[in-house]
């Protein structure tokens, strides 16, 4: 068996030729953050922004190249612009005008699901609140941001690489009246992604631009946990309309859900407000309540950040067993206790969206 190291694989993609310049990919100083792990390669194409759709073919010739060296089990290979082209020496141009985040086509609102850590069932309340939407008559998609942990394929019952109708743009896949998108469709479940900052942003802004969503009136991102490259990525990337924060009852996941809350602050996201999570605990049996976290932790620690709090949803069996088997409580119980906390949240998210697009809108003065 060869043995997998750089030069190796630098080798494989020394006989990538890109048509346009005649010379190899390595050659041209595209080569950019290369990782071998356990026979998983990952590297990025350093490109100028402008040559995007047509470099695609040459992302695929190296990631190609490279799957075929002994030993190779997975192969991941993002285009990446980073540094812009320099500017050509010229008179000193005006001043800039703030940067403008690009809108998605088709997309009216795009919401942020967000934890500051993980445990406290964030992707849980993403995908019922969104079924929650749906139920509310609107348009539906779903992004799973977290790169290195994606949730949605099992959460929603999902599998299989997504398809693309024009070659440049993927289709999503749809399951219970949403359309998703996931690095968990790209990669088998048990693949680690071994990816650097550069890397994941770049990956996560084709995830949400480069994805024919089609007309859609929200966007739910299920956030990665924390406030890390991939968070202020989204933060600072995309046109986010606002983010809801899900925490526990706990005193240590509320100082990290504050700690995320303070992130979208810094970048002008609005905050709807935040879920408890896990709020009480509901024994199937007797009925008893618990408190196992604690309770009301959420609901002050709003009160003390000047944000509205959405709502509790307790920890229960039912939740969990659903949401493991691929089939949201949301989707296949309506009309059970849990469906209906899920779809008070998702009307006050709705509200909050139809808030932020009033106050954004343009101003109409009557003289």
């Known amino acids: 068996m060869s043995v997998i190291n750089e030069q190796a694989v630098l080798g494989c ?4 030729i890109d048509e346009k310049t005649g010379k190899n990919v390595v050659e041209l100083g595209l080569i950019n953050g290369l990782v071998i792990k356990d026979g998983n390669i990952g590297f990025a194409l350093e490109i100028n922004p402008a040559d995007a759709n047509e ?26 612009a980073e540094q812009a082209p320099p500017a ?12 403008q985040k690009p809108e998605v086509p088709g997309v009216a609102a795009i919401i942020a699901i967000a934890s500051g850590k993980g445990g406290v069932g ?4 993403a995908v019922n609140i969104a079924l929650g939407l749906q139920a509310l008559g609107l348009k539906v998609g779903m992004l799973d941001a977290d790169i290195y942990g994606p949730s949605l394929p099992r959460m929603l019952g999902l599998s299989g690489k997504p398809s693309s109708e024009d070659g440049k743009k993927l289709s999503p896949k749809e399951k219970w009246g949403l359309k998703v998108m ?10 680690p992604m071994i990816w650097r900052g550069p890397m994941i942003m770049s990956a996560l802004q084709q995830m949400v631009f480069d994805v024919s969503w089609g007309e859609l009136d929200v966007l739910v991102v299920d ?63 007797c009925g008893e309540r618990s408190d196992i976290f604690g309770h009301g932790g959420a609901r002050e620690t709003a009160a003390e950040l000047g944000i509205d709090f959405l709502g509790e949803v307790p920890l229960h069996m039912d939740i969990r067993k659903t949401s493991d088997a691929g089939t949201p409580i949301t989707a296949i119980e309506p009309d059970s206790d849990h469906a209906k906390i899920y779809r008070e949240l998702a009307r006050r998210v709705q509200e909050k969206i139809a808030e932020n697009a009033s106050a954004s809108g343009p101003r109409i003065v009557i003289e």
């Open 13 to 16: 993609l020394e006989k990538v």
């Open 55 to 80: 470099m695609e073919g040459l992302r695929k010739k190296c990631e190609d190249a490279v799957f075929a060296l002994n030993g190779v089990s997975s192969v991941s290979a993002v285009l990446t």
């Open 88 to 99: 050509p020496a010229a008179k000193a141009p005006p001043p800039r005008q703030p940067a």
């Open 122 to 125: 964030k992707s849980t309340c």
């Open 182 to 191: 996931s690095m968990g469709f790209m990669v088998e479940e048990d693949t």
């Open 223 to 285: 956030m990665p946990p924390g406030t890390g490259d991939a968070q202020l990525t989204l933060a600072q990337k995309v046109p986010l309309a606002g983010a809801v924060i899900i925490s526990t009852p706990q005193d240590i996941a509320l100082i990290d859900a504050r700690k995320g809350l303070n992130m979208f602050r810094k970048v002008d996201v609005p905050v709807f407000g935040i879920v408890e999570n896990m709020s009480y605990f509901l024994c199937p049996s």
